[in-house]
């Protein structure tokens, strides 16, 4: 267990929500202006965790710095971290058509040099319920900086779905423990009644359970990870580095990982309801949804004090 208890929230921010439009990272959904981020560090804290990192493009870091000013308590550590197209394990280059950053295992890879605690991970524009940021918690604090034994949140399908279009999901398998067995990533999932199903890209489908669990890029982590993403992004770029498109999951990380006995991830059951904004017609229900939290006094009408 880390001498100090410290935790830290790494926030992946860096995405400017192409299929939404804008910086919805930042986009006021609550009450007093708050963005679904702002629930997020809130009950991130209240859990226990002591430090946040944003992960950010260039472009964005002002903007998402101005928004955060002056609201957290002045005992909260806070860093910035950017993802930067560039920012490779040793010997690699860029290929001349690439534009992207390389997904959200190398988003993690951006926090190596500002994070030496247990962390979690979790998407900026993603809610996640108080219940699984106490779950992720309290693991953490369980966990030596310098272990393997790794974990996710896993919420329930059916939960995580837009009426809006199709969503990408990992859609996970576990073992009699409850350890990780894989993840396989399911990028056109849609619901039609009682329905849910994935369409492939040859136009077929495959029905999937509604309580089958899927992974919202909630993680938690040992510094000891760090070391084990260079060397899996070192590999990944050599097989896929000259595609243009190719991503570092952090799902594909994890099955590498698992696959070759280097850690496991215990996948943590929630009773929070995960939702957010994928499409820009997700806003209004995602203001619904907090306003009802608001109203039944889950969350201050304000929740800084700024």
């Known amino acids: 267990m880390p001498r100090d208890n410290r935790t830290t929230l790494v926030l992946l921010a860096a995405g ?13 959904v609550g009450p007093g202006g708050e963005a679904i981020i702002d629930y997020s560090i809130y009950d991130a804290l209240r859990a ?38 560039d920012d490779l394990p040793g010997g690699f280059q860029v290929p001349a058509e690439r534009a992207k950053p390389w997904g959200t295992a190398h988003a993690v890879f951006a926090a190596r040099h500002v994070v030496n605690t247990p ?12 219940d699984s940021y106490a779950k992720l918690h309290a693991y953490l604090l369980s966990l030596d900086p310098t272990a393997t034994d790794y974990a996710m949140v896993g919420f329930r399908l059916d939960e995580t779905l837009s009426p809006h279009g199709s969503v990408s999901r990992g859609i996970c398998t576990t073992d009699a423990g409850g350890y990780l067995e894989k993840i396989v990533e399911h990028k056109a999932i849609e619901q039609l009644g009682d329905r849910i199903f994935n369409v492939w890209d040859d136009g077929s489908s495959i029905d999937l359970p509604s309580d089958s669990i899927a992974s919202m890029n909630m993680f938690g982590f040992a510094p ?14 050599e097989q896929s580095g000259t595609e243009p498109k190719a991503e570092f999951y952090i ?16 996948v943590l059951p929630t009773s929070s309801r995960w939702f957010g904004m994928t499409y ?17 006094g889950d969350y201050p009408r304000k929740l800084w004090n700024r």
């Not at 870091?61 to 197209?85: C, M, N, S």
């Not at 990380?253 to 496991?264: K, V």
């Open 16 to 28: 400017m929500g192409s299929r939404y439009g804008g910086v919805k990272q930042i986009d006021g």
């Open 48 to 85: 226990g965790f002591t430090d946040l990192c944003f992960i950010v493009r260039a472009e964005i870091k002002a903007a998402v710095r101005e928004f955060f000013a002056g609201k957290f308590p002045d005992d909260i550590g806070v860093t910035y971290a950017v993802q930067a197209l």
């Open 119 to 130: 962390f979690a991970v979790v998407n900026a524009d993603d809610f996640y319920g108080r």
């Open 224 to 237: 000891s990870v760090f070391p084990l993403i260079d060397e899996e992004f070192s590999r990944f770029l």
């Open 251 to 266: 799902p594909t990380l994890m099955t590498q990982l698992i696959n070759s006995n280097q850690a496991r991830m215990l």
């Open 280 to 296: 820009r017609e997700d806003r209004e229900s995602v203001q619904s949804q907090i306003r009802g939290y608001v109203e039944r």
